[in-house]
């Protein structure tokens, strides 16, 4: 990330902050509740326009940020460099992270990895067919089964429209401006997820009204998803910090909404 030094107050910061995860939330329901659309009619509507309300809520703080800070030149390449968007050292910023993510979900993968194994053998055993023929047989029809997943709206929201949106919000935009301030790169590591977490309490309201929850399981519900979204956050923070580039963290959220939580423990089943 391109250096900014600047006189900003931290109120003024944490402000901003405030100022853009609310509009964040707030335009997701604007299209209802402020220009009075009628609801959509399929789940894929609805989720289109919720990836529209969420593009135009990352190019209106990218905008935000640019004014806010006390930027020095104005070309495209140093503009590009204070979000961490720069073509430099990609592919450090793609491996190392990716790298590191998947230690955290060694026993994920090791379990996966595990049901694909006796999945494959289950195969063999059934159809008489060596490993090799199995695994064939998976790749060739890898291309449809990927053609059907990218048609899926769920895999735009997850792997795509979140992940590019959210980190353009909550780490590109809001760590320069929390840094330009005077905030420690320590502090900042642990304050912008903050925000983050703030961002899914809409998630209560949902959970609780349509999927006819209780309010105690809709907040214990709500609170491992604020719980995960602040340790990802800060470890989301510190990639981009210690990278410079938005690659890092855009590749570790695209890696843990495919993986999901982590496996903390499975249970045995004799051997």
């Not at 609310?22 to 919720?50: C, D, E, G, H, W």
């Not at 990352?58 to 460099?81: D, H, K, Q």
Request: charged share 10%.
């Amino acid at each position: 990330m391109e250096e900014i030094k600047g006189s900003l107050s931290k109120p003024v910061e944490v402000i901003a902050c405030i100022a853009m995860t609310l509009f964040f939330v707030a335009i997701l329901y604007a299209p209802t509740l402020i220009l009075r659309l009628p609801p959509p009619q399929s789940f894929k509507n609805f989720m289109i326009r919720r990836f529209i309300c969420a593009a135009v809520s990352a190019v209106a703080s990218v905008i935000f940020c640019a004014l806010l800070l006390p930027i020095r030149r104005w070309e495209a390449s140093y503009l590009f460099g204070v979000y961490g968007i720069r073509s430099d050292h990609i592919w450090q910023a793609v491996v190392f992270p990716l790298f590191l993510t998947s230690l955290m979900y060694a026993g994920s993968l090791m379990l996966k990895s595990m049901l694909l194994m006796n999945k494959w053998k289950e195969h063999r055993n059934q159809d008489g067919r060596p490993l090799f023929n199995c695994i064939r047989s998976t790749l060739l029809s890898f291309p449809g089964q990927m053609s059907s997943v990218a048609s899926n709206v769920l895999f735009w929201r997850n792997f795509v429209v979140a992940p590019l949106t959210e980190e353009l919000v909550f780490r590109a935009c809001m760590i320069p401006i929390l840094l330009c301030g005077g905030f420690k790169a320590y502090n900042v590591i642990f304050l912008c997820p903050t925000f983050f977490s703030l961002a899914h309490l809409n998630h209560m309201t949902e959970i609780y009204s349509r999927q006819n929850y209780s309010l105690l399981k809709a907040s214990m519900v709500v609170g491992l998803q604020l719980g995960y979204t602040v340790i990802f956050g800060s470890y989301a923070s510190f990639l981009l910090i210690r990278t410079g580039n938005l690659v890092a963290p855009l590749i570790a959220h695209v890696f843990c909404n495919c993986m999901g939580l982590p496996v903390l423990f499975v249970q045995r089943k004799g051997m």
